[in-house]
């Protein structure tokens, strides 16, 4: 696949071709997330990644980024977040795109921004947003948590001139992320509806524990959001809904949904920080030693290996929920470190009956996956769906 535009080189940039990469190359399927920076022109108040680097003006080296994908030339996705993707010029994308595209790479770029940039100035953007191996992805939610300033709330009629501004620009409507707190819990259900008017796809995620989020939501509130979701025939406008109807039975391992997700998925931060995950990321916990496995050629399982974030407790061993409950190791580590285990498993056991029963309704029909851009374009895939998008 060749570039729509010629590119121009950064001036002096490293000749990346002749990187010193010693790990013999594994072509397992990888995503990679890269926070480029810590940057963000929003000021959202359940935002996970405000502490993700020391060095508070620093962008993530793209030598760093070639070297992954020398030693995981299967690298499915580099998941682009931050801070805001596009608070770095657009010429530092075109340069891993041509780095990709000299080597022969499979790769896609999967982007989940606020557009605000984009809104503001669209003639920067759009010629790397209608780039073939481009995929964008936004983020909306109802309530006042999502700010462009500490008082100026991003409203829905905010929102949709954004979202009409990247039709008209670049052809389609992106999906959209909502993250669902204490704050805005009542309003959860309409950001589906709005996605459903709107044609487009929205993930409803749970906010995590990291970055100016104090405390995790609860994981039993959200499922029971998803059972109602699916009970008023809105499930093929979100996706953790359909995540959940196929998660008993194994099918469903997206993440925040894979206990293996150390296996394929890591993530690059601003001062070249790597990890598993990129919500243990925002926390700093569970790094991987970059050197000894992209230069030397190790392989880590950083969150399989951890014995505290096996499970909630030895009760779910017997328990059908076991899945959903102890499906995201970072979600196990934010409720045993808040004490809301037991509150969490309380509600669970009253809407277990009720997952089990959708589940099994939904083995017998064939759910829609839309493939289209965004995250539904990563949807039939295995390891690491939808990875890109929680806790943004
Ligand atoms: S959020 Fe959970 S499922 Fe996703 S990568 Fe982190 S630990 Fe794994
Ligand atoms: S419902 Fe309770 S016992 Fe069952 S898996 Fe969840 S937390 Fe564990």
Redesign the pocket.
Known sequence: MKNIIPIVPVRNAPDYTRLPVFGKPDHRHMELIIKPTEACNFKCTFCSSTDITDEKSKVLDLESIYAFLQRFPGTQTIIVNGGDPLMVKPQYYWEIIKYIEDHDLQTSLSFTTNLWAFYKKPEMWEELFRHPRMGVTTSFNYGTTRRITETEVFTEEIFRKVSDKFLERIGYRPDFISVITDENEDTAIDNVKLAQEMDVECKLNYAMSSGVQSAPYQLSKIYRTYTEIYEQGLWPWEFNTKQMMQRLDGKATSCPQHRACDEGIRCLQPSGDYYSCGSFGDDRQYPINFKQEVLEGKFFKPLQTAPELTM??E??LT?P??NI??GCRKTVNDMKNHGV?ET??KL??TI?GKIISINDQASTITIDRMPKLGFRKYESQSVTDGVAQQAR
């Open positions: 909630l407790k009760e779910c328990c929920m076991f409950c102890n285990v969490h498993c669970m056991k277990a």
